[in-house]
């Protein structure tokens, strides 16, 4: 690697990255966020509108994804479709530093610690790894995720309402942040919960689906093969993106309310309570049909434009 390249590399195995390579992961990054930035907050505003009707910050629930789209569009302009995207971007490369210097490393060092030399002693040791990982990048990621997602959510009610913050700085200066600063990670112990909810749904439906996906050399052969090959693959995430949809709405309702001081949750579990006894089992899937939405779109256009958003 020539001396303008400017390696980075990590201390731990092979793990090494071009400044060249990261301008480029974080350019790409940048454009596939914000293309996408519209349809997460719709994603995001349709999740927890329960949440937002409970805490007052809602008058009616969306009948629909587009009529939420209209009001998002009446009632702030265009331009609010983008909001808390900024913080997202800004994110990008704290984010990438944080998973290579950190949650990989940290992840390596929980495998190779733990026995792995038997298939269940592998799987154990694979998903602890990845639960040390996912812990150790969240240190500085999940703040930014934090105030990105708080900031998408903070709907106007009404034309010409205010916002609740005008900005990420706003809602770092809020009281809640501010004197507990350990309420930017809430919900963070459900987020990895989920992910390993996510990983063995995923994998346990890939391992099933499997026998039946026709390899890589059929699919250079076949249109029929190839698009089997898709469909299995997207089945599979739908599927596990589903099973995930529940933790992840009670992550993000948990989010919301710690800036709302009557309204906090004590734990996750009281969370799941209110929402069950307010709003059913239909509440923990408020917006699942349209993240299945999000999720095929998104990869349609991560093959034809080659970027994964």
């Known amino acids: 690697m020539s001396d303008s390249d400017s390696a980075v590399a990590s201390a731990h195995g092979d793990l090494t990255v071009s400044v060249e390579q990261l301008q480029f992961m974080c350019l790409t990054k940048a454009f596939s966020k914000t293309v996408i930035a519209p349809l997460d907050r719709v994603k995001y505003l349709l999740q927890c509108q329960g949440e937002l009707r409970r805490l007052g910050q809602l008058e009616h629930l969306y009948p629909s994804a587009l009529q939420c789209a209209k009001q998002i569009y009446s009632f702030e302009g265009l331009r609010s479709f983008w909001r808390g995207n900024l913080i997202q971007i800004g994110g990008i490369l704290p984010s990438a530093l944080s998973q290579a210097f950190v949650a990989i490393p940290a992840q390596r060092v929980v495998f190779d610690m ?125 599927l596990a993106t589903l099973w995930l949809h529940p933790l992840d709405t009670v992550r993000r309702r948990m989010m919301i309310a710690v800036t709302h001081e009557e309204g906090q949750y004590m734990s996750a579990m009281h969370c799941a309570k209110t929402i069950m006894q307010k709003e059913g089992i239909p509440g923990f899937f408020r917006g699942a049909g349209f993240t299945v939405f999000r999720g095929a779109l998104t990869s349609g256009l991560a093959m034809v434009v080659g970027i994964n958003f």
């Open 114 to 238: 733990l026995p792995h030399h038997t298939a269940g002693t592998y799987t154990i040791a694979s998903f602890a790894s990845g639960l040390a990982g996912a812990f150790a990048g969240s240190i500085i990621s999940y703040p930014l995720d934090f105030a990105r997602f708080r900031l998408a959510v903070d709907a106007k009610p009404f034309p010409g309402w205010p916002y609740e913050f005008r900005h990420s700085l706003d809602l770092f200066s809020h009281p809640a942040i501010v004197e507990s600063p350990h309420n930017a990670y809430r919900g963070l112990g459900v987020y990895l919960a989920g992910s390993i909810l996510y990983r063995s749904v995923y994998m346990g439906a890939f391992q099933l689906a499997l026998p039946y996906i026709p390899p890589d050399a059929a699919a250079e052969q076949s249109r029929a093969a190839m698009l089997l090959q898709i469909m299995a693959g997207f089945g599979i995430v739908t």
